[in-house]
């Protein structure tokens, strides 16, 4: 070997590990596993949480929809597996006594019930279970004798004779099926007869005080999602007589709500006002008369998550625009205390004892579980250690001035290797609601392009827009009754300030989003189509008339979005809908959209496909549908699917900056086997 093989060689040996990196893929993001639960038993001894994971589609495992599997810990990175692979564990929960880590689980073709298994190990086995039913979530009394659990409704014998003789009509929004509570003791024998508690409304959680003595539950008067939204309220509710005690009567949308150890309060996320487009306000219940107190009213930011210390303090995760903070109260509602976690993103919280874990994600990595030690908090799970491989785009938040002054803010992530001269091809990602927002986290998803898009030489852009929660009530009504304007011309601000500092191309910037940023994504290819040059449009809105007549949220959308009905204002209403500039239309458009879909229905897709197939035959055009997905899919080929198909559109008109550029092959290369298949 010559001296300059064998320099080369040494060279290779000891080359950096930067060197060695590789950009993050679509492939990656199918094998993700993050933490997606967790409990701290009451001692504060142990945590148990749940990872959450999905079939990787791309080594030939079948395709399926989330999987979780139990791990419990006693001490940083000594996470154990708790049960088998095949057990599926949900709602996960410690019992009273600390002793059982308890979780909803369907056996084989079993319905869904409540199962446990011991602290100190052991085998699982049913706690307790609703014979003709389904367990959709349960709690414990604090003895640890009683386990109270939210069923579905029961059989319809008379509706499955009727479906088994082919009479299978539905007849919509009027069959309505409402849950069920049930007390059942348990202790070596599972309660064959659970009393069944009589309960008002459609109830869709419940918890204890922890004497006992009242119950608090959530429900709204029907199962309609539209009712969930606007008119749920939490209740004190006596379990024993089955008697509503005192309604707490918000006026608007709830979030979290926990009652605080002395059982005196209850920390409730709620809206200020009917026409406040999120529950983000942290409120003060007093369990005695019902008065509520607005505890952080009018400051910019959002209340996310609340959780009670042992010691009475209240804990709670709050996100000031991109960033977020741990803040404490005192029992009686005085600011205590404020820490903040640097990079980390805080999405959830729970305590044991005034042990407090938290989930929160970073730029580099998804959901994680941390522990707060003082003032600062240890990391003690490390799921997918191959991102360490990874060559990530530099992220961070960006802001930027409006064409009317108000100041905006997001998260840039940058091409990996940085950005060219000229600009990167960019994409708005557009999150949906729009009453959400973007942190300056994990930010890579199936749907979301994300540090893949970085790896492939874009910028990508998440803006904060005008609608956005995370920088108070104020800010996220400005885009009520104004639809289109200044939410989304704020995009087209954003791609102007990101011109200005040289970090974009403007002839090459596209635009992404689902459902709200769906809507966001039709109207940058058709109102706003001089400003994108490629955009694919996910369970978006085209028609803002017709989106009214077929959605399950017709009231939601007038009282936090429209503020007026669509028959009080017809032309209002077609003129912020995408379907009405189709003749500004020139921007290449990849529609995608759940077949199922019951918020946003795929005809909104078939309207704009429609519209522009036969007004604009040459622009470059495609609609996608996923059998038996929703508002989003669940499934993991389905997500693969859209990841690939959503890359490949950006890199065909976007990147080349070709707006009639050829369509690509109507299906991506995907990992399907053909064994057994005949000719």
């Known amino acids: 070997m010559n001296a300059f093989k064998l320099l080369c060689l040494a060279s290779a040996l000891v080359a950096p590990a930067s060197a060695l990196a590789r950009p993050l893929t679509a492939d990656d993001i199918a094998r993700l596993e993050s933490v997606s639960a967790m409990d701290v038993a009451p001692d504060g001894t142990h945590i148990a949480f749940t990872t959450l994971s999905r079939p990787d589609v791309t080594q030939g495992e ?54 446990g298994i011991p602290v100190d190990g052991g085998a699982q086995r049913k706690l307790a279970e609703i014979a003709d039913s389904a367990v959709k979530s349960f709690v414990f009394s604090a003895d640890s004798s009683t386990l109270y659990m939210l069923a579905g409704a029961a ?3 008379q509706r499955k004779a009727e479906k088994d003789s082919g009479f299978d009509a539905v007849v919509y929004e009027e069959e309505l099926r409402f849950n069920r509570l049930f007390a059942a003791k348990w202790g070596d024998t599972v309660d064959a007869e659970p009393r069944e508690i009589t309960i008002p409304g459609y109830v869709s959680a419940i918890k204890l005080a922890s004497d006992g003595r009242f119950a608090v539950i959530a429900g709204a008067p029907t199962p309609l999602i539209d009712d969930a939204y606007t008119s749920k309220r939490i209740s004190l509710f006596d379990p024993a007589k089955g008697e509503i005690i005192r309604t707490i009567e918000t006026p608007g949308k709830i979030g979290d709500f926990e009652i605080s150890p002395d059982n005196t309060h209850i920390a409730l996320i709620a809206a200020v006002d009917e026409h406040d487009p999120a529950a983000t306000t942290l409120h003060l219940v007093d369990v005695a008369t019902g008065l509520t107190r607005a ?68 730029p580099d990595h998804p959901s994680e579980l941390y522990l707060l030690n003082y003032q600062s908090f240890d990391r003690w799970t490390t799921h997918n250690p191959w991102l360490s491989e990874i060559d990530f785009g530099a992220q961070r938040s960006y802001t930027y001035t409006a064409t009317d002054g108000q100041q905006i803010e997001g998260i840039l992530i940058e091409p990996v290797g940085g950005i060219p001269a000229g600009g990167a091809p960019t994409i708005m990602d557009v999150h949906g609601g729009p009453e959400s927002h973007e942190s300056n986290g994990w930010l890579t998803a199936y749907s979301m392009p994300g540090q893949v898009a970085a790896g492939e030489g874009y910028a990508v852009f998440l803006p904060n827009y005008r609608g956005s929660t995370g920088y108070g009530v104020d800010f996220a009504k400005q885009h009520q009754a104004r639809y289109t304007d200044p939410e989304f011309r704020d995009i087209v601000d954003a791609k102007a300030a990101l011109v200005a500092d040289g970090i974009t191309d403007p002839a090459r910037t596209g635009i992404t989003g689902g459902s709200y940023g769906g809507y966001a994504s039709a109207w940058g290819a058709t109102a706003l189509s001089q400003e994108f040059a490629a955009s694919v449009m996910f369970v978006g809105i085209s028609d803002q008339i017709s989106k009214f007549g077929t ?5 939601e959308m007038h ?12 032309q209002g209403m077609l003129n912020v809908s995408p379907i009405y500039h189709v003749d500004k239309a020139d921007t290449p458009l990849l529609i995608m959209h759940g077949d199922s879909d019951p918020r946003v229905s795929p005809t909104q897709s078939y309207e704009l496909y429609r519209n522009i197939k036969v007004r604009k035959p040459d622009l470059p055009l495609r609609l996608v549908l996923f059998p038996g997905e929703g508002h989003g899919n669940r499934r993991a080929a389905s997500r693969y699917d859209y990841n690939l198909r959503m890359m490949r559109w950006f890199d065909t008109y976007l990147k080349s900056g070709n707006r009639r550029a050829p369509l690509p092959p109507s299906r991506p290369a995907l990992p399907v086997s053909v064994s057994g298949a005949t000719d």
């Open 295 to 362: 505890l952080n009213a009018g400051a910019p930011e959002a209340a996310v998550d609340a959780e009670w210390m042992a010691d009475g303090r209240l804990a709670v995760a709050i996100h000031q625009g991109t960033q977020s903070l741990l803040r404490f109260y005192t029992g009686n509602g005085n600011m205590a205390q404020e820490i903040d976690p640097g990079d980390l993103i805080i999405t959830a919280l729970d305590s044991g004892g005034n042990r407090l874990a938290v989930k929160a994600d970073t």
């Open 559 to 570: 009282l936090v979005h429209a503020l007026k009905w669509p028959w009080e204002d017809w």
């Open 155 to 157: 059989p319809d014998t």
């Open 62 to 115: 079948a395709d399926g929809k989330a999987r979780h599997q139990l791990k419990v810990m006693s001490a940083a990175g000594n996470a154990r597996a708790f049960l088998p692979e095949e057990v599926n564990a949900t709602s996960v929960t410690f019992s009273p006594d600390g002793q059982t880590i308890a979780f909803i689980w369907a056996k084989d073709k079993e319905k869904p019930a409540v199962w």
């Open 551 to 555: 959605t399950d949220i017709p009231n």
